[in-house]
């Protein structure tokens, strides 16, 4: 089940920030930073309250918690990310073992911000993504196809044509194949990806692009070790192969 008709068009409601977090407290500071920021608070403490903000008030960016008693963070952002290709999603959690930040990432989020947490930081990343999604709701989707070789990205079904094969993308991976195709097979420095992409350009923009890559590349089947599609240029960037049919055939 996706968002509704009548929740996307909704424009009154397009500056509400969802927020899910079982520590009340928490809870209100957070409305209040974003109140003050501008924004309207959608505040949940559990996966169902969640899921209604997101279908009735199309929020702009979803902050969440992955450590929500007696639920589990993960599957929340997974279903959210289910719900919502294009939602930018952040998690704010006291989780920093390494796997958990790429099980999130894996899943979908856009980003991954350490408890305890500056609220400038907090509020410099939300806006950053606030402002994309503003941008993004704000153009009717590109109807036009970017071609690389055997790769055919289409706007408006957010969509990858390798051949045959059809593989429905998330808001994350086509902003970054698309930006990508766009430079041709030309190298694209990482700083200029991950501003492109997250809105920013700091480490953990950059981990977001590197799982995201990850992601792309199994989704695609794409075999890391050849990179046939996606190349990766050390200590620089990325930029794309040109694989044509019969090369892709014969691999």
Same mark, same amino acid.
């Given at each position: 089940m996706g968002l509704s008709e009548s929740a996307r068009d909704n424009g009154k409601h397009r500056d509400g920030i969802l927020l899910v977090d079982d520590d009340q407290v928490l809870l209100d500071l957070l409305g209040y930073l974003i109140e003050q920021a501008g924004f309207k608070?959608?505040?949940?403490?559990?996966?169902?309250? #969640?899921? #209604?903000?997101?279908?009735? /008030?199309?929020?702009?960016?979803?902050?969440i918690d992955l450590n929500l008693r007696p639920y589990d963070? $993960?599957?929340?952002?997974?279903d959210l990310r289910r719900r919502s290709a294009t939602l930018p999603i952040l998690v704010l959690t006291a989780r920093v073992d390494e796997d958990d930040k790429v099980k999130a990432l894996d899943l979908g989020a856009d980003d991954y911000i350490v408890k305890p947490f500056g609220h400038r930081e907090f509020l410099a990343r939300l806006r950053a993504h606030a402002r994309r999604a503003v941008r993004?709701?704000?153009? #009717?989707?590109?109807?036009?196809?970017? /071609?690389?070789?055997?790769?055919?990205?289409d706007g408006g079904e957010q969509t990858?044509?390798?051949?045959?094969?059809?593989?429905?993308?998330?808001?994350?991976? $086509?902003?970054?194949? #698309? $930006?990508?195709?766009?430079?041709g097979t030309s190298v694209v420095p990482m700083g200029a990806i991950a501003k492109h992409v997250c809105g920013f350009d700091d480490p953990p923009a950059r981990e977001s692009v590197r799982v995201t890559v990850h992601r792309l590349r199994r989704k695609i089947g794409d075999d890391g070790a050849h990179q046939r599609f996606i190349h990766t240029v050390p200590g620089i960037g990325l930029r794309l192969n040109r694989v044509e049919e019969h090369e892709r055939a014969s691999s």
């Open positions: 608070p959608l505040v949940a403490s559990d996966p169902t309250s #969640a899921v #209604a903000h997101l279908e009735k /008030e199309a929020p702009l960016v979803a902050v963070g $993960f599957e929340l952002l997974s993004e709701r704000g153009v #009717a989707p590109a109807r036009d196809a970017v /071609e690389l070789g055997v790769m055919r990205l990858l044509h390798i051949g045959q094969d059809l593989h429905r993308l998330s808001g994350t991976e $086509f902003r970054l194949l #698309a $930006f990508l195709m766009r430079h």
